[in-house]
T-cell receptor
Framework: DAGVIQSPRHEVTEMGQEVTLRCKPI?????LFWYRQTMMRGLELLIY????????DSGMPEDRFSAKMPNASFSTLKIQPSEPRDSAVYFC??????????????FGQGTRLTVV | AQSVTQLDSHVSVSEGTPVLLRCNYS??????LFWYVQHPNKGLQLLLK??????LVKGINGFEAEFKKSETSFHLTKPSAHMSDAAEYFC??????????FGKGTSLLVTP
């Protein structure tokens, strides 16, 4: 398996533009996570899906952020409109965990977002 | 509720000396615990994991960690540091049905 695949690896956009980050989890994994990493706040969980259903989105900063998982092999994180303070590295991760047991998460390489 | 505290934001050791990165956790259940490593401008790699089996867990690159329930600790150790160990280390706690909860990270510096 190729692991968790994120695209793009780098994104530079102007303030106010829409940004869409993409993630393909490992096949067979039924949990997917979006994290954001900044120097100031470290690694923050944004949203957690299980079997394509959002379970915990309490970490989504505000209404400008939205995430979808239309099927088991694809998820998007959208920011509209983007702001400079959204600049960060966004990680997607997946694991085969269920509500009965949790295992380690496997991370993608991340998308480095810069909003100017 | 689950949480994790990494007690040191920075640790500096000399090459060849032992490494100790400290982590305390809080959990309402029997948690799973993990250590991840992140090298500069790289993704996160699993070092080792504890999931209620043996309390002393061995990981990659000579690292190990001991789960101590009485102390709610999961400290990471390595007998002899190598220059390539310089990186950011994250302690992580997880309960079933919840996402992994990351500590703030400890930056390990290894000097020649």
């Amino acid at each position: 398996d190729a692991g968790v695949i994120q695209s793009p690896r780098h994104e530079v956009t102007e303030m106010g533009q829409e940004v869409t980050l993409r993630c393909k989890p490992i096949s067979g994994h039924n949990s997917l996570f979006w994290y954001r990493q900044t120097m100031m706040r470290g690694l923050e969980l944004l949203i957690y899906f299980n079997n394509n259903v959002p379970i915990d989105d309490s970490g989504m900063p505000e209404d400008r952020f939205s995430a979808k998982m239309p099927n088991a092999s694809f998820s998007t994180l959208k920011i509209q409109p983007s702001e400079p303070r959204d600049s960060a590295v966004y990680f997607c991760a997946s694991n085969p965990g269920t509500f009965l047991v949790n295992t380690e998460a496997f991370f993608g390489q991340g998308t480095r977002l810069t909003v100017v | 509720a689950q949480s994790v505290t990494q007690l040191d934001s920075h640790v500096s050791v000399s090459e060849g000396t032992p490494v100790l990165l400290r982590c305390n956790y809080s959990s309402s259940y029997s948690p799973s615990l993990f250590w991840y490593v992140q090298h500069p401008n790289k993704g996160l790699q699993l070092l080792l994991k504890y999931t209620s089996a043996a309390t002393l867990v061995k990981g990659i690159n000579g690292f190990e960690a001991e789960f101590k329930k009485s102390e709610t600790s999961f400290h990471l150790t390595k007998p002899s540091a190598h220059m390539s160990d310089a990186a950011e280390y994250f302690c992580v706690v997880s309960e079933p049905g919840y996402a992994l909860n990351f500590g703030k990270g400890t930056s390990l510096l290894v000097t020649p």
